[in-house]
T-cell receptor
């Protein structure tokens, strides 16, 4: 069974500083993908970054980077130069492939609060 | 390009009543997903459609929940009768096909009193 664990229910960060949000996963699949989504108070899930299990380099998208450590089964999100608008819930998700195509399993989320 | 549309955005009902949610996916997207997100938790997949066929409904409480996507475009999710524990945000997502990235709608927040 797939499992995603986010151990930080809430995090504070000072504006303009970097922050790391933790994510560990459990799977026996060889091929899988890891996603990070942002969910502001409006409720919509906004895709941030993706890492495939066979990607050798860590993914980066602007201020977001994913610290992928396959042997440790961790996929931490690093946000550099935090902004007030980064305050939101952040979800780590794992995609596995099955007969139906692909399924997303989400972690419990981390609430990030950026302080001015 | 228009995103995934959902309505209503908010709904308040009493337990044992019925409710229906509507989703319009991104044009051309064959795969549609319904997720339930209980407060403080991550979304949980309820049902996945490929065009108008169901490919995964293993986590759908079929005694009270039903969903359809008759013409392979719009979809409705129905709860009948609602229970207190159904209070949640119901998210709809779509993807070009079942192997591509999922795009989410704004969700419908359901409160059951």
């Amino acid at each position: 069974a797939q499992k995603i664990t986010q151990t930080q229910p809430g995090m504070f960060v000072q504006e303009k500083e970097a922050v790391t949000l933790d994510c560990t996963y459990d799977t026996s699949d060889q091929s899988y993908g890891l996603f990070w989504y942002k969910q502001p108070s409006s409720g919509e899930m906004i895709f941030l970054i993706y890492q495939g299990s066979y990607d050798e380099q860590n993914a980066t998208e602007g201020r977001y980077s994913l610290n992928f450590q396959k042997a440790r089964k961790s996929a931490n999100l690093v946000i550099s130069a935090s902004q007030l608008g980064d305050s939101a819930m952040y979800f780590c998700a794992m995609r596995r492939y099955n007969n139906a195509g692909n399924m997303l399993t989400f972690g419990g989320g981390t609430r990030l609060m950026v302080k001015p | 390009e228009a995103g995934v549309a959902q309505s209503p955005r908010y709904k308040i009902i009493e337990k044992r009543q019925s409710v229906a949610f509507w989703c319009n996916p991104i044009s051309g997207h064959a795969t549609l997903y319904w997720y339930q997100q209980i407060l403080g938790q991550g979304p949980k997949l309820l049902i996945q459609f490929q065009n108008n066929g169901v490919v995964d409904d293993s986590q759908l409480p079929k005694d009270r929940f039903s969903a359809e996507r008759l013409k392979g475009v719009d979809s409705t999710l129905k709860i009948q009768p609602a229970k207190l524990e159904d209070s949640a945000v119901y998210l709809c997502a779509s993807s070009f096909d079942s192997y591509n990235e999922q795009f989410f709608g704004p969700g419908t927040r359901l409160t059951v009193l």
